[in-house]
């Protein structure tokens, strides 16, 4: 079982910036992939990025390439997304998630992913 609770959302202006952070508790591997998806109202749940839990293999939706950079923190069992330049469009319900032996980020199936956090708020204003 893996547990994941995210922090770090809330209401920016269009332009500014946010960092989330997903705390992970649990059994994991180097082989893990986490994630970070959302949702919009009335929309699917989309991939935003990955990366593993050992390496440099990241990946990333092309509507957010050059804009979020995720990262994670071994010591801490922490993986952030830092947003800048945000746009409306981004806002969504943001999701941390894990696929616990994959080993590959560039997955972007919501199915693939075996454990979900609760999910937080980012709201950018225009």
């Known amino acids: 079982q893996v547990q994941l609770v995210e922090s770090g959302g809330g209401l920016v202006q269009a332009g500014g910036s946010l960092r989330l952070s997903c705390a992970a508790s649990?059994?994991?591997?180097?082989?893990?992939?986490m994630a970070w998806f959302r949702q919009a109202p009335g929309k699917e749940r989309e991939f935003v990025a990955a990366?593993?839990?050992?390496?440099?293999?990241?990946h990333y939706a092309d509507s957010v390439k050059g804009r979020f950079t995720i990262s994670r923190d071994n010591a801490k069992s922490t993986v952030a997304l830092q947003m800048n330049s945000l746009k409306p469009e981004d806002t969504a319900v943001y999701f941390c998630?894990?696929?616990?032996?994959?080993?590959?980020?560039?997955?972007?199936?919501?199915?693939?992913?075996?454990?979900w956090g609760q999910g937080t708020q980012v709201t950018v204003s225009s």
């Open positions: 649990g059994r994991t591997f180097s082989r893990t992939v």
């Open positions: 998630a894990a696929d616990l032996l994959s080993g590959d980020p560039t997955i972007t199936r919501v199915r693939q992913y075996d454990y």
């Open positions: 990366l593993r839990w050992s390496g440099t293999t990241s």
